[in-house]
């Protein structure tokens, strides 16, 4: 059995929202703001965003 790597969002700013993009079957929105390594994962959803430009940006 293999699991799916989780979904990354490669975004603009540092601050951003996540509510799982499920509607009522999706999580609690939650406020995440990234430290300088430029990336951050959601604690429910374990979906990951990457400061575009950052350091962890893989088009760099």
Known sequence: MTLDA????????????????GGALGHPRVYLTMDESGQIDCPYCD??????????????
Do not use: A
């Open 47 to 60: 979906r990951r965003f990457i400061l575009q430009g950052g350091p962890s940006d893989p088009s760099r």
């Open 6 to 21: 989780p979904e990354t969002k490669i975004v603009k700013t540092k601050k951003v929202t996540c509510d799982g993009d």
